[in-house]
């Protein structure tokens, strides 16, 4: 079907329902603005005669890039303990008391 819409006080068209549709959705023509189609017996609003025109079309959300590597550097061999921690010394076990602590070289 064949809409018009008015600009200015002067009329426009024909278009089609889809065009007319996507210049409201998208902002081109705001919800007030007077259409008229052979069907109606008068002009009206946008927003009255087709509501559903007025949801507007929602961007698609950014894709998120990966995170970005972290400027910390993970040690490949283990840490020497901090100061803080205590070192545990090994004590030799009731067999290395009783026979020796092995061969001295």
Partial sequence: ????????GVSQGP????VLALKVQTGDLPAQTL??????SEWAAAGTVKPD???P???PMP???A?????????TKPMAPS??????EEKPGFFKKLFGRGKKS
């Fill in 83 to 88: 100061k803080k921690e205590p070192v545990v």
């Fill in 35 to 40: 259409i008229w189609n052979p069907s109606m």
């Fill in 53 to 55: 025109w007025i949801v």
């Fill in 63 to 65: 894709v998120a890039s």
């Fill in 1 to 8: 079907m064949n809409w018009y819409f008015e600009i200015d």
């Fill in 67 to 75: 995170p970005k590597p972290s400027a910390v550097r993970t040690p």
């Fill in 15 to 18: 278009v089609s329902e889809s």
């Fill in 57 to 59: 079309i929602i961007p």
